[in-house]
């Protein structure tokens, strides 16, 4: 199987398009969770192949895009202080905090590196000793287990100088806050496939039946999406609401458990501020009470005074579903990928980057 080329069979996609658009009958709102879900649609113009009946709307699952500005601010105090070597994955650089951004400071001089894996840090550590290298740790499950083993690797080793500053976020909780806002109209997901790998197609169950919405864990290629969206669309038809796992080939029910082992020994869940969303109890992750000695948050100061966002932008309510990119004012515009305004025209995952690349307006 050529899991590229395969996926993007033009006659099986076009197939799937006629099932979808002869069994389509009533508005259909699918929110996907993944901003790679996002990218895909756009891409490869899956709107137009839907047929008049099914809305994608974009949800929170850019971790860049939910970073609240207080952890932007955050990460900016502490790259700004002395004998730092601030590691994290590039497009943290460029969000806009309160004042200025990672980006901004590293051209000020800062000693501010992006990062290919997280391991790098270990190294940059080492090769250091008399640095303190501060690692901000980002991302949904997928990249959880990554941070963990790093923090597993410097445990065993007994690295003196490697703090982290950890805004993993997992993905049931911010979909339980979306579907608890009355303002909010989805009627079925489109669950993210790499997150799924490590947590496994049961955790959605509960969410699926609680709110009565069906689920189609989906890979990214376009045959993936398309394949999900009539399961949907039949779930929808048949009043169902099952978590259907079309990324089968990947995905397991109970996931990968020695990752999630891993992410259990160093990890415990914690309230988060997200961007749009505000605090959601149990959303976010932090490092256990016994591993604090390498929590950048507890060893340095990070109080800060946060700015509020940008009147200009509507991040928050694309991030909630209530917006799409192009309602925004300022999109394509002032709000450009040389000149961000908000998280989701930053990153390579946000719905704003998405919609500016593939489907330009005006």
Known sequence: MDLINDFRDKNLILA??????????????????????????MKFALPSLVGEHINFVHGPGCPVCVMPKSRIDEACKLASMENVIFCTLADMLR??????????????????????????????????????VIFFAIGFETTTPMSANLVEKVVQEGIKNLYFHINHVTVPAPVRAIMSDENVRIDAFLGPSH??????????????????????????????????????????????????????????????LKAKELIAKYFEPCDFVWRGLGEIAQSGMKLKDEFAYLDARVQFDCSVESAGESKACICGQILRGLAKPTDCKVFGKVCNPQNPIGSCMVSSEGACAAYFKYARVG
């Open 16 to 41: 799937l398009s006629k099932l979808i658009q002869k069994e389509s009958v009533k508005p259909l709102n699918i929110m996907e969770i993944c901003g790679g879900h996002t990218h895909s649609i």
């Open 95 to 132: 969000v806009p905090g309160s004042k200025t951004s990672l980006q901004k400071l590293r051209g000020e001089g800062h000693d501010i590196r992006a990062l290919y894996t997280p391991l790098d840090a270990l190294n940059i550590a080492k090769q250091n000793p008399d640095k303190k």
């Open 195 to 256: 997150v799924s790998v490590i947590t496994g197609s049961k955790i959605y169950k509960e969410l699926a039946s609680e709110f009565k919405r069906p689920i189609a864990i989906s890979g990214f290629e376009p045959l993936d999406i398309m394949a999900s969206v009539l399961n949907l669309v039949r779930q929808q038809n048949a009043g169902t609401y099952e978590v259907y796992n079309e990324y089968a080939r990947a995905v397991k029910e109970e996931g990968n």
